[in-house]
Each structure stands twice: as C-alpha cells, then as structure tokens.
C-alpha cells in the first residue's frame, strides 16, 4: 500500500516537472497572446471602422454610472462619427442640448491616429459638430480592446465613458 502511494507521488511529480511551463515560458506565451490582440485592436482601428460600446459614464465631479445594455455608442465609419450618448452634468448655455444627451451624425475633422506599441494603447482625436454645439472627442483604446473617452464642449462640462470597441462591416 505504501510502495503504491509513494510511485503515484513520484509519478504525479514527474508529469507535473515534465509537462508544467516555468514562469519564464508563460510569461513568453502571455506577452505574445497581448501582442497578437494589440495587433489585431491596431488593425481595427487603422479600417477606420469601429464602434465603442457605451458601459459607463462618468460625470465630471460625479461617480460612475453603469449605463451597459442601454444602447450607447460612439461609431466611426469612413469620414464620418455617429454617436448616442447620455449626458450627465452642467450646461453652461440655456437651451443647448435641450435636455437629451449628445447626438451626432456628422463628419469629424483633424482626425488623428497615435499608436503607442510600448504600452499597446492607441489614442485617436478628432473634432466633430451638430446643428448646437462643437465637440473634441479623446478615444484611447488599449490592447484588449477596453476603451475610454472623453468629450469636450464649451457648453457643457466634460464627460468621460468607457466600454469595449468592436469592429463594423
């Protein structure tokens, strides 16, 4: 009986040595599953054609709000930004935005792409307006495809969101 137990401990640690990674090689393998997801965000990106959906809202000054499943969304697609987001916060000019979030369908300008593969995170720019208000728009994007960004206006304060990028046909 205890021969029987001692060889199945010495067999278990045998597989376990023979088959087991060592830190060195799962840290190879982690570092290479990053890049080749990194890469693929990347690709996504330089398309041109994307879309961020919303999970979260955070306010400036205020706490997170979970806002997942209710349909957000920020779309880039050849030339154009369309968007549906929900708006939480002070509106510096009486009748701007009339009570609803801020929508847009248009075209954006001064779009700019900056890829920064050390810390596998891409930050986009761009400028985009509708009939009431002009908007700068800091998407950052990192390698497993969590995305933040932030809008800007000069009739309302700040207003940041986070969710995931997916790709569009």
Known sequence: MKTKLITTMVC??????LCGQTKAEERIIKE???????????????????????????????????RYGDG??????????ECNLPYFGEVHTSGYGNGRG?????????????????????????????????YDIILTVFKNGNSSFSVQSINRNTISYSGKISSIS
């Open 102 to 134: 801020i929508v847009l369908d248009a075209t954006y300008e001064n779009y700019e792409v900056n890829c920064k593969d050390k810390k596998q995170k891409i930050v986009i720019k761009f400028k985009a307006n509708n009939e009431l208000e002009n």
């Open 32 to 66: 290479q599953s990053s890049e080749k997801q990194y890469l693929k965000i990347k690709e996504m990106v330089n398309s041109g054609a994307f879309r961020v959906d919303v999970k979260f809202v955070q306010p400036m000054g205020g706490s997170s709000i979970n």
């Open 12 to 17: 278990l640690l045998i597989t376990s040595i």
């Open 72 to 81: 957000y969304y920020l779309k880039i697609s050849s030339k154009t930004v």
